[in-house]
């Protein structure tokens, strides 16, 4: 293709313009490669648009907030990130959609001192890409918004670990005895976060105490507790791996409590269905997940009841052929699930991984007039780490028409090789290959748990 016949906008008779919105794990990898091959040729102008400056693989957040990664070593500046890979970064907050105009409407950017860093504008566009991600779904408990904390973002996770840090230091340094449930942590929710969650902070809790804070004891004073409504731990695992995680949880101090529903959060605990009242320090809200509220009115398009965007086989939204939406976002249909499954593509991260890969070769039968192909989701399983204790999971799913169980050493490779297969889909071999043994080298010169 020469640079005279290069695909266009149709309304402006420029290099065709595709703006995708959500720096996550599908968006900054889509925004890459696009840039990578498409942008560098000069076919298409790629803007990534994003609230946050950098990004953060979403399943390592809690990890950030147990203090056992170090968010400095694993975050990518978004500007660097444009600059290297041939893609444009625009700062900024989705705030309307003009769909007859095809442009986006972004507020405007303000500081911590609410001065201006950037103006309220528009952003046009051929292609739009949204990719905006979930939050968690309280279903209107009372007391979550106002006393629990989420793990949906870098601000979160670090918000938690410094409350959690603080508290710690707290108990060292008063007058008195630790009270009971001064240094307790309710996690509600016991999907794949959750119970992550309360492996690493059964490990780091202890490892801060171990730094000189000897008026702990952590038998007496240190308790997590994980809090499900249903039946059972993990309900998208087979039970036999469920059970067995429990009995791991269990065995290391952590209360696993099912069939318990949450009645309230207050500001001293948590409230249950059948009168128990558990008192915590610390409650995060793990349970649930749904669209963004904005996506329910956002230029018209179709949403189902969590808010998800509803897509066509092909990605693109039912309503307008020139937007699409890949992602935990985007209800796309799955109809391979089977019996006793949700009829949409589950909210996992190799959902995103496989859906960017699948949105770059769209744009390309878009720039060539060619007609879409449809997604197909690959059901690789679940995996679930349990820190330096263990990884669970179920490989391959619908893949070989059953699930194969994992569990140990070999299961917590295939975890690492999720991180590995987003670190390259950004960085490429080189980069990754440094990182990681600068990331070895770091780690034996410095504390295994955050302290700050």
């Known amino acids: 293709m020469?640079?005279?016949?290069?695909?266009?906008?149709?309304?402006?008779?420029?290099?065709?313009?595709?703006?995708?919105?959500?720096g996550g794990a599908g968006g900054l990898e889509l925004a890459t490669r696009l840039g990578d091959t498409l942008g560098r040729q000069g076919k298409v102008r790629v803007t990534l648009v994003d609230k946050n400056r950098t990004h953060i693989w979403k399943p390592k957040l809690h990890e950030i907030a147990a203090g056992s990664m170090d968010l400095g070593?694993?975050?990518?500046?978004?500007?660097?990130?444009?600059h290297w890979h041939g893609f444009h970064f625009r700062l900024g907050e989705l705030c309307g959609l003009d769909r007859a105009q095809r442009q986006l409407h972004l507020q405007a950017c303000l500081d911590e001192r609410g001065r201006e860093i950037m103006p309220a504008s528009v952003l046009p566009?051929?292609?739009?890409?949204?990719?905006?991600?979930s939050l968690s779904n309280d279903f209107g408990t009372p007391g979550v918004r106002e006393h629990a904390m989420r793990l949906e973002s870098q601000a979160d996770a670090k918000a938690f670990h410094a409350r959690l840090i603080n508290a710690c230091l707290r108990a060292q340094m008063q007058s008195g005895p630790v009270q009971s449930g001064q240094l307790h942590v309710a996690i509600i929710g016991a999907g794949a976060t959750g119970v992550e969650l309360a492996a690493e902070l059964h490990r780091s809790l202890r490892e801060v105490v171990s730094y000189g804070l000897d008026r702990i004891d952590p038998s007496r004073d240190l308790k997590v507790m994980v809090i499900e409504a249903a039946d059972r731990i993990l309900p998208v695992l087979p039970e036999r791996l469920s059970v067995a995680t429990t009995n791991l949880l269990r065995g290391l101090g952590v209360e696993v409590l099912t069939r318990a529903r949450v009645l309230e959060v207050t500001p001293s605990g948590v409230r249950l269905a059948d009168g128990r009242e558990l008192s915590a320090e610390l409650v995060v809200w793990a349970a649930g997940v749904k669209g963004a509220d904005f996506l329910h009115e956002l230029g018209g398009l179709e949403s189902n009841r969590l808010n998800q965007l509803v897509v066509h086989p092909t990605?693109?939204?039912t309503r307008d052929p020139d937007v699409f939406a890949l992602g935990d976002c985007a209800a796309c249909p799955w109809p391979e699930a089977g019996p006793g499954r949700p009829p949409i593509v589950p909210p996992r991260a190799q959902a995103a991984h496989q859906q960017a890969s699948h949105m770059l070769g769209q744009i390309r039968l878009r720039l060539a007039g060619r007609p879409l192909k449809p997604y197909r989701y690959r059901d690789f399983g679940s995996l679930v780490s349990l820190g330096q204790y263990s990884t669970v999971g179920s490989m391959m799913g619908g893949l070989i028409g059953g699930s194969m169980m994992i569990e140990g050493v070999f299961a917590k490779l295939m975890y690492l090789s999720l991180y590995k297969m987003h670190e390259l889909a950004l960085h490429g071999w080189a980069k990754v290959t440094l990182d990681t043994l600068?990331?070895?080298?770091?780690r034996r010169t410095e504390p295994h748990v955050k302290l700050h």
């Open 2 to 22: 020469t640079l005279s016949d290069t695909p266009t906008s149709p309304r402006t008779g420029q290099a065709h313009r595709d703006v995708i919105v959500g």
């Open 73 to 82: 070593l694993h975050t990518v500046d978004y500007l660097a990130q444009a």
């Open 315 to 317: 990605l693109q939204t």
């Open 438 to 442: 600068a990331r070895l080298i770091t």
């Open 125 to 133: 566009y051929d292609t739009l890409v949204l990719a905006v991600g």
